[in-house]
T-cell receptor
Framework: SQTIHQWPATLVQPVGSPLSLECTVE??????LYWYRQAAGRGLQLLFY??????ISSEVPQNLSASRPQDRQFILSSKKLLLSDSGFYLC?????????FGQGTRLTVV | SQQGEEDPQALSIQEGENATMNCSYK?????LQWYRQNSGRGLVHLIL?????REKHSGRLRVTLDTSKKSSSLLITASRAADTASYFC???????????FGAGTQVVVTP
């Protein structure tokens, strides 16, 4: 069966520090991968999606970047975090008509 | 702008009552899906309705789709406290299978 792992679950980082969130998928190959951000009590904002290794599409220009060094690994990064980067980050993969989500990372930038 | 827009934004009901929420979208779709999110967790897929379907049932869930109005509704019948969550509609908007989610409806079911 397929599973998706996302870590860490919570993270508190100072402004200006770097960020690296990792997401890995098991049990499938060549998945479409996504990073979403969710502000408190709000909907999901699509940040990046990837249809293959090294193929990244950015939906919203911002302080973040994404990389896909391996088929089932998707990384969300920042060189210098801003206060506005705080939020709940969700990784997801899709198979045909269904999306599967990780448990999310609660990022607080202080 | 968001592809899916749910309304109401929040819904508070008593156990046993029905909960209805709506989703509108802008572009043509192949299917529309509903997801549930418990507080602080990832989203879980509930039900999918294809563009050539008008209604679909799954347990206490009933989904309708009106492609002429570009809208869908999710009905939860005989709600339970455990149904308390946020509910999102999602559409696939391009050939890459890119999912777009609405802002969600927060449902609170009180015993």
């Amino acid at each position: 069966s397929q599973t998706i792992h996302q870590w860490p679950a919570t993270l508190v980082q100072p402004v200006g520090s770097p960020l690296s969130l990792e997401c890995t998928v098991e049990g499938t190959s060549n998945p479409n991968l996504y990073w979403y951000r969710q502000a408190a009590g709000r909907g999901l904002q699509l940040l990046f999606y990837s249809v293959g290794i090294g193929q990244i599409s950015s939906e919203v220009p911002q302080n973040l970047s994404a990389s896909r060094p391996q088929d089932r690994q998707f990384i969300l990064s920042s060189k210098k975090l801003l206060l506005s980067d705080s939020g709940f980050y969700l990784c997801a993969w899709t198979r045909n008509t269904e999306a599967f989500f990780g448990q999310g990372t609660r990022l607080t930038v202080v | 702008s968001q592809q899916g827009e749910e309304d109401p934004q929040a819904l508070s009901i008593q156990e046993g009552e029905n909960a209805t929420m709506n989703c509108s979208y802008k572009t043509s779709i192949n299917n529309l899906q509903w997801y549930r999110q418990n507080s602080g967790r990832g989203l879980v897929h509930l039900i999918l309705i294809r563009s050539n379907e008008r209604e679909k049932h799954s347990g206490r869930l009933r989904v309708t789709l009106d492609t002429s109005k570009k809208s869908s509704s999710l009905l939860i019948t005989a709600s339970r406290a455990a149904d308390t969550a946020s509910y999102f509609c999602a559409t696939v908007t391009d050939s890459w299978g890119k999912f777009q989610f609405g802002a969600g409806t927060q449902v609170v079911v009180t015993p």
